[in-house]
């Protein structure tokens, strides 16, 4: 079983719809958790970090259930500029990365 | 600019070769890693290392090497021994445990 996992995708949405990714980690001492952006064949960019209690960030949403050792990233009123892979990272002291989640959002 | 550098941004190696990849930091950051990417995959960790000359083996360290001599500076070294070195290597970097990393802009190594 991956430390981290997620949904490959792609997911295939239209503009201004809301999309909802999720990802579990097994490494129940875990303790820092993000959500990066990365765009093809470039680096992968902080999307936002991921709290106990949920944070919101414009249109994106995250939030940690722990319980269930799962995170997951709400996006709102998608744009054509969200196209992109979406990683998933969790982890204590050694951060490890998901191997992400494909978005597509069409005109 | 505060950043990761990290050269050339495109590199070929010939069978049997060694080649070395730049990571260059002035974040003032004290941990740095290396990363693979290969396609359909998540980053794996090559190596780390959390200070000045000390380092430490991260999943996939076989036909790799690194050094850390100086706080700014964390090159990789892809030795012939790994046998399918082509993928895209990033660098990143964090000031302090538990946070989120910055990345280089990475370098994309193919086999000629």
């Known amino acids: 079983r991956k430390e981290v996992e997620q949904d490959p995708g792609p997911f295939n949405v239209p503009e201004g719809a809301t999309v909802a990714f999720n990802c579990t980690y097994s490494?129940?001492?875990?303790?820092?958790f993000f959500w990066y952006r990365q765009d093809c064949r470039k680096e992968p960019k902080l999307l936002m970090s991921v709290y106990s209690s949920g944070n919101e960030d414009g249109r994106f949403t995250a939030q940690l259930n722990r319980a269930s050792q799962y995170i997951s990233l709400l996006i709102r009123d998608s744009k054509l500029s969200d196209s992109a892979t979406y990683l998933c990272v969790a982890g204590f002291q050694k951060l490890v990365f998901g191997t992400g989640t494909r978005l597509l959002v069409s005109p | 600019d505060g950043g990761i550098t990290q050269s050339p941004k495109y590199l070929f190696r010939k069978e049997g070769q060694n080649v070395t990849l730049s990571c260059e930091q002035n974040?003032?950051?004290?941990?740095m890693y290396w990363y693979r990417q290969d396609p359909g995959q998540g980053l794996r960790l090559i190596y780390y290392?959390?200070?000045?000359?000390?380092?430490q083996k991260g999943d996939i360290a076989e036909g790799y090497s690194v050094s850390r001599e100086k706080k700014e500076s964390f090159p990789l070294t892809v030795t012939s021994a790994q046998k399918n070195p082509t993928a895209f290597y990033l660098c990143?970097?964090?000031?302090?445990?538990?946070?989120?990393?910055?990345f280089g802009d990475g370098t994309r190594l193919s086999i000629l």
């Open positions: 290392s959390q200070i000045v000359n000390d380092f």
């Open positions: 490494n129940s001492a875990s303790q820092s």
């Open positions: 974040l003032n950051h004290d941990a």
């Open positions: 990143a970097s964090i000031k302090e445990a538990n946070q989120p990393q910055h």
